[in-house]
Structure formats: structure tokens, C-alpha cells
């Protein structure tokens, strides 16, 4: 069965520097998510990308985060001088469409900000 | 504001127990729900999804959920848990107008004691 895979599994880096998380969404998926869970806390959505742009982003979603699909099979989330409460889980997410379709996850890349 | 709450933080069971999960979502229009678990060590998957049609949903693993558009809810339940439904269970919707963006409810720890 086709999954999205994420890397690094984790990653561990100090206040300011920058990250670059990876995914590889399913091959035939069209719409691709970023998700977050900070320990102890909820899911939240980042960011929703289709064709090359971001369709819908949320407030934590700011001027520090990016998102590119650098070429046919990535998916990235850069961010750009992390901070301590960057540290979470992100997850990945592809679907064939935004709204009636099941939304695939990946395995999650553990970041934590030293 | 868009929002899901789940009822239950950690339920814990005996096997063969009836499971009900609890997941309310504000008022926001059409809205399109999920219930994902998420296995120890494994990926966010899908457990059952509505659209429209029948409130009665059935997904894997014997799950089902039912839609109540008047009381805002969507619970999940099973007749009968066994010890391998021991995982973390969240809710989410998808609100007419955003483009995919699942919105979670805070998850809910289920522990089935053999």
C-alpha cells in the first residue's frame, strides 16, 4: 500500500537555526498538508499546498515557516530561525482532494529546539 | 470559532466492553468528519469518514460512528473492544470552505487491559 514518508525521523537543533523537514507525499496525490502536535496538545493544521501554492494557512503559520515542493516527489517545510516552542511533532499529510478524501498521513519527524 | 472537543481524555477498558467516544464540533455549516487512531509507533489513519447519506457510518475494524447534525456530535463506537484497540483516537472535521484543513479534536487515549 502506497504511504507518505517523512525524514529525519528526528531531528534535534538549537534556538535559531534553520530546519528543513522532508516528506514524500503518495505519488497520485494532488493536495498536501503540514500538521503539528506540540506534547500534550493538539493536531493543528500549518498549512494546506496545491499546484505549487498554498491554498489555506493558519495564524502559527508566519513568516518564519515556508513550504516548497522542490521538485515531483518532496514536499518541504523550512523554518527559518527556530524557537523553543517549535519543538513538536509534524506531520505530513497528501490527498487526492481537500475535501472528500481521506488525508494520508506520514510518520512524524520529532523536532525538538535546544 | 471552529473547534472539536472529545469528551474523553483516557478510557480505559476490558476487553470485550463496549466503547463509546464522545466528539462534539461548533456549528460552521456543512461539515465532513473523520475518526483517525493512531497505533503505538504507527502512522495517523483512518478509522471511518462522513460526508452525507446515512448517519450511520461503519469503518474498519468493526468501528462505527454516528452524525447527529442536531446535537452537533459524531461518536465512535465498538460493541465489543479487544486488547488491540489499545491506541490514541482523534475526531477531526473538515468546515465547508476550508481546503482540506482537518481541524482535531485533543485525542483520546484508549487502553484495553487484557
Known amino acids: 500500500e502506497p504511504e507518505v514518508t517523512q525524514t529525519p525521523s528526528h531531528q534535534v537543533t538549537q534556538m535559531g537555526q534553520e530546519v528543513i523537514l522532508r516528506c514524500v507525499p503518495i505519488?497520485?496525490?494532488?493536495?498536501f498538508y503540514w500538521y503539528r502536535q506540540i506534547l500534550g496538545q493538539k493536531v493543528e493544521f500549518l498549512v494546506s499546498f496545491y499546484n505549487n501554492e498554498i491554498s489555506e494557512k493558519s495564524e502559527i503559520f508566519d513568516d518564519q515557516f515556508s513550504v516548497e515542493r522542490p521538485d515531483g516527489s518532496n514536499f518541504t517545510l523550512k523554518i527559518r530561525s527556530t524557537k523553543l516552542e517549535d519543538s513538536a511533532m509534524y506531520f505530513c499529510?497528501?490527498?487526492?482532494?481537500?475535501?472528500?478524501?481521506?488525508?494520508?498521513f506520514g510518520p512524524g519527524t520529532r523536532l525538538t529546539v535546544t | 470559532a471552529q473547534s472539536v472537543s472529545q469528551h474523553n481524555h483516557h478510557v480505559i477498558l476490558s476487553e470485550a466492553a463496549s466503547l463509546e467516544l464522545g466528539c462534539n464540533y461548533s456549528?460552521?455549516?456543512?461539515?465532513?468528519l473523520f475518526w483517525y487512531v493512531q497505533y503505538p509507533g504507527q502512522h495517523l489513519q483512518l478509522l471511518l469518514k462522513y460526508f452525507s447519506g446515512d448517519p450511520l457510518v461503519k469503518g474498519i475494524k468493526g468501528f462505527e460512528a454516528e452524525f447527529i447534525k442536531s446535537k452537533f456530535s459524531f461518536n465512535l463506537r465498538k460493541p465489543s473492544v479487544q486488547w488491540s484497540d489499545t491506541a490514541e483516537y482523534f475526531c477531526?472535521?473538515?468546515?465547508?470552505?476550508?481546503?482540506?484543513?482537518?481541524?482535531f479534536g485533543q485525542g483520546t487515549t484508549l487502553q484495553v487491559k487484557p
Open positions: 505519488s497520485n496525490h494532488l493536495y
Open positions: 477531526a472535521v473538515i468546515y465547508s470552505g476550508n481546503t482540506g484543513k482537518l481541524i
Open positions: 499529510a497528501s490527498s487526492e482532494d481537500p475535501r472528500y478524501s481521506e488525508q494520508y
Open positions: 456549528y460552521g455549516g456543512t461539515v465532513n
